[in-house]
């Protein structure tokens, strides 16, 4: 389904005044469900899963390099500390906002490739390494890699707020505690109404 919102996401409405042809009036959807009608139509059920492993390795890259970065900015922040008492809610959402800048930074390139595969039509349609290289030998050069950057920085709000409102949460309920057991990682993330009713 991540390809069928991509695409509906980067279509670009007419005017139903508009009398100029479109060559792409095949590939206009109504809503998700004439989109995966057309979709399987004309590219089979593989269309509807177009870009799934760049968008698999999107997903793990971008997790993978937030809790890398996070832990890395987190850990030199504690380090030039005076005091040693935990980070307020300020400090602990900009660390986060820090963190997930830096993790857009390295992996935006596989999410641009990712799109580009999931709207491009089942004939112009390649892999990620000849995708990638159609990006940078267009007019943007290495940069188009990195085409939307700015608009993603604003989404690092997200991760902020989660992984702020963890560590908060973790200080609360575990004290001095360094190392969690996944039960009580798993604890942490359920919705605050949740333990509220407990």
């Known amino acids: 389904m991540r ?29 998700a469900v004439d989109a995966i009608r057309k979709v399987v139509k004309h590219e089979g059920i593989a269309g509807l ?33 005076a005091v040693d ?24 390139p596989v999410a641009v490739v990712t799109t580009r595969q999931q709207t491009m039509s089942k004939d112009e349609r390649k892999g ?9 030998e267009g007019e ?9 950057l700015r608009a993603s920085l604003i989404l690092v709000v997200n991760p902020a707020i989660t992984y702020g409102a963890y560590q908060r949460l973790r200080e609360g309920m ?4 360094k190392t969690l057991k996944p039960w009580e990682a798993f604890r942490e993330y359920r919705a605050p109404s949740q333990k509220t009713r407990r």
Not at 13 to 30: F, I
Not at 54 to 75: D, E, K, M, P, Q
Not at 86 to 100: C, F, K, R
Not at 128 to 136: K, R
């Open 3 to 31: 390809s069928i919102k991509t695409r509906l996401q980067v279509q670009v409405k007419r005017s139903p005044m508009s009398t100029s042809v479109n060559p792409a009036d095949h590939e206009h959807y109504d809503s």
């Open 140 to 148: 943007d050069g290495w940069t188009g890699l990195w085409r939307g």
């Open 174 to 177: 575990y004290p001095g505690k």
């Open 49 to 81: 899963y177009a870009g799934m492993a760049g968008s698999l390795l999107g997903v793990a890259s971008t997790n993978f390099a937030y809790f890398y970065w996070y832990t890395v900015v987190r850990t030199l922040y504690m380090a030039r500390r």
């Open 85 to 108: 008492t935990a980070p307020g809610t300020a400090i602990e959402l900009s660390l986060g906002a820090v963190a997930g800048a830096l993790a857009q930074l390295f992996t935006i």
């Open 128 to 136: 990620m390494l000849a995708t990638a290289m159609d990006v940078i």
